[in-house]
């Protein structure tokens, strides 16, 4: 209520880390490769692909939605089915802009995210004040708002995007609680910001623990 916590950010954003993390990789990194099924054998997984030969490995993660996973799984279990279909997503339109009247009029009001409130049929409009978010030292300030409507002036935004982002209903948050209960089971592994509270730290704290669960200390 008094004060806001310290947050932190990658120098240079992903740009920085990206590049380090798929270097040991080389060429064996597959982009905007579509899947159209996962089998799970005794001795491996195969992954089918709509655009390109099939492939085998010895363990499959699923870094993804919630709701994404039993789409792919041709062989979903009983366990698997329960537990994902309960996981859903919202899909939200982000514009960045620099509109600050989506801001609250008091400067000293300006938080890292802001939201206004709607009738109960709309969502409500949040919007990431960048300047704070990443310590932006420019004149201009930069916003990301989520489900803008009417509230951003048109002539300000510079990009439009559609994001989905994980629904925390009582359901979902309860099997946030039965993870163990089928990810490394199958030789599948399961992570996500869904896991946790939605934010790219949860993704983060997500795949660590599935790479501890494959014997990788990070």
Not at 40 to 52: K, M
Not at 53 to 74: K, N, S, T, W, Y
Not at 100 to 116: F, G, I
Request: net charge positive; hydrophobic share 40%.
């Amino acid at each position: 209520v008094n004060g806001q916590p310290k947050w932190r950010v990658v120098r240079g954003g992903s740009h920085t880390y990206i590049p380090k993390l798929t270097a040991p990789l080389g060429d064996r990194v597959h982009l905007t490769a579509s899947i159209q099924r996962i089998d799970r054998g005794d001795r491996d997984v195969t992954i089918a692909f709509v655009d390109r030969p099939a492939l085998r490995f010895d363990e499959v993660v699923l870094a993804c939605h919630g709701d994404q996973v039993l789409p792919m799984l041709r062989d979903a279990s009983a366990a698997e089915r329960a537990l994902f279909s309960q996981f859903e997503t919202t899909t939200n339109d982000a514009w960045l802009h620099t509109d600050t009247s989506v801001l609250p009029t008091l400067a000293d009001a300006h938080a890292s995210w802001n939201y206004l409130l709607g009738d109960d049929a709309a969502p409500p409009t949040v919007t990431y004040h960048l300047n704070r978010l990443q310590s932006l030292t420019t004149r201009e300030q930069f916003c990301v708002t989520l489900n803008p409507g009417a509230a951003v002036d048109p002539r300000l935004v510079l990009k439009r995007m559609t994001y989905r982002h994980p629904l925390y209903t009582r359901a979902a948050v309860r099997a946030q609680q039965r993870w163990a209960d089928v990810s490394g089971r199958n030789r599948t592994h399961f992570c996500g910001a869904y896991w946790f509270y939605g934010f790219h730290e949860d993704g983060l704290r997500s795949a660590v623990r599935v790479a501890q669960a494959l014997g990788v200390t990070w």
